[in-house]
DNA sequence: TTGTAGGCGTTATCAA
DNA sequence: TTGATAACGCCTACAA
């Protein structure tokens, strides 16, 4: 089945490609009765634009690439459910890559994006990502921009993101309140601005309640593989001495299982020896026996906000229009469950 | 920064864009000395095609469109990751949609991505999906279509699946060799074939082992929460009378979630009192206490596996090469953990 | 009110 | 070996 040309209708109804074309967009230098025929003949015989021409005519693809280290989080499936939602709703595709927490194939899904002329960029960013030319190359395309969750201070364009450093606070904080005093923070790899603010977040609470800092209490995830850091480090800690500690905050929820996966292997209860405390808000934090405290972050708001962002950019982009950057800072909420 | 065009190469050398076209693929006819003063200078001003013209030209976008039911699934952002992957390494990109269980949606989205001129499409059906004109649609538009997982015999097309009924038939008849003998089965929506699949597996499993088949142990999931289905579910089968049964398989991992978070909330043991069976392998299933025992699903594989055929497809349809119809059955293996 | 013509950037045919 | 030219399908300034 061949698809149907403007030039088809024009032959048909002996009348001009440009009238036609007219006519479906509803100019006013149309005749209604031309119109009609025209919107009449197109719909019967069913045609749609051809894309490829719009694009080339229009350049714009009114599809988007988003770029997130992976789907099978359940934090960043929900972004990209409201990412895709939106956009759908807009008239806007998306195209999705995952970087897999890997900097090189970041960088090329950048310029794979780039060279299929897609009309903007929303990006995670790669826990191995430590440079940013690659972003600032996107720019330098004249296509809008996003950062959202793991972004990176160093790029001038629109973010958003929750306020880390203040989540992992509160968080710690109530552990404190709760009683705990010798609480370990198994926090994310180094690069990461999340990972950075949320384990300031976290001296910063010892040190208001006047907790000494202990570096010894640290330890860091960054085997790409949560669940056995959470696990490998808790093993590490605990064979230290067990009563090094009372509480463990995590990067996030995965971790926060293994950890309590190492736990009650070595018969430690949870949260009655040690209470574990994740991030994320996890689906399966709040199905885990014991069901796992957490900090809730709005994922699927996340994605919308972000492409909202993003299509409003576009369309002043593509006015020409001057747009001042979004730096927009969503609200998280402490969820207390059984493990803490 | 405006994108470098071959007209712009072709004035600097002076030679025509027809030249440096076929130049910069290496077509035999152009002497070595134009190819490299054509590919030098490409290379350093940076060209790179514009792709709504070479769409134009080719008629093909190099994209091919995914629907899915949900990507906060476990099994289906494995799948996601499989396509991507291998669409990515052959050149093509990957526009991700999700029917959300939706019928209409689903249908909308297929015209969606006709008309976006994609270059085929891969699907996975929508619990409530009924009819299947919007695939025919798609084959009439000369698109290779495949699907996977939740498909359609009605539809002629390559697919991949694993074979549902076998495994749920495994899964039933080990626990009957456990000893379990009041097995109840909380089934998947009425329309899906794998659905369907599954339940034929577990009765004809109770028919071959002289088990009288009881429909009253059958309780269907179909209110698009699959946690909250397993849980009511096994309130209502439980609160009739909690001696009826002695074991349940589920349709899927979280249902057994649900189902094991209802008898625990209600001091009933897993698996002593009642063995627990799920379906599909997520994460969560290894990790929750009881861990629980499942039919591994290969979702990566059958993303990797999906996405390879249609490239091939859409090779030989390219060419007017005609091509059969796959027809692939993925290996799954039982996995026996703590709920059983 | 309608139509002509040029162009978006690339590819491919055919003539030089 | 090179280049002129048409074509992909659509849009739009301008002429009729």
Not at 149 to 155: A, Q, S, W
């Given at each position: 089945m061949k698809p149907v040309t403007l030039k088809q209708i024009a032959e048909e109804l002996h009348i001009s490609i440009a009238t036609v074309s007219k006519a479906l967009k509803d100019y006013p230098d149309v005749s209604k009765k031309t119109k009609k025929r025209v919107k009449k003949l197109a719909k019967k015989i069913n045609y749609v634009p051809n894309s490829f021409a719009v694009n080339l005519r229009t350049k714009s693809s009114k599809i988007i690439g988003v770029i997130i280290p992976a789907t099978v989080h359940h934090f960043f499936s929900n972004v990209l459910k409201g990412i895709v939602k939106v956009a759908e709703k807009k008239g806007y595709l998306v195209i999705v890559l995952q970087s897999n927490e890997n900097f090189e194939l970041e960088k090329r899904q950048i310029n794979l994006l780039l060279n299929k002329g897609i009309d903007g960029v929303l990006i995670s960013l790669s826990n191995k990502t430590n440079s940013y030319k690659h972003l600032q190359k996107v720019i330098d395309h004249d296509v809008p921009l996003v950062l959202f969750?793991?972004?990176?201070?160093?790029?001038k364009c629109s973010k958003v993101i929750i306020n880390d450093r203040q989540a992992a606070y509160i968080a710690v904080e109530y552990l404190i309140k709760k009683g705990y005093r010798k609480i370990a923070h198994f926090r994310g790899d180094l690069n990461p601005q999340n990972s950075i603010d949320r384990f300031l977040g976290y001296k910063q609470a010892l040190l208001d309640n006047n907790i000494e800092f202990d570096k010894n209490l640290v330890y860091i995830c960054n085997n790409n593989d949560d669940f056995e850091d959470g696990y490998n480090n808790a093993k590490k800690l605990i064979e230290k001495?067990?009563?090094?500690?009372?509480a463990i905050f995590t990067i996030t929820d995965v971790v926060a299982i293994g950890v309590i996966k190492y736990l009650r292997d070595n018969k430690i209860k949870v949260p009655e020896d040690i209470a574990v405390f994740g991030f994320?808000?996890?689906?399966m934090a709040s199905v885990m026996s014991p069901s796992i405290s957490t900090v809730h972050q709005p994922g699927f708001e996340m994605g919308k906000k972000a492409v909202k962002i993003l299509l409003k950019e576009i369309k002043f982009q593509k006015k020409n229009k001057p747009f001042n950057f979004s730096e927009i800072v969503l609200p998280t909420k402490l969820i207390i469950r059984e493990s803490s």
């Open positions: 969750d793991k972004i990176t201070k160093n790029i001495d067990k009563h090094l500690v009372d994320s808000d996890w689906f």
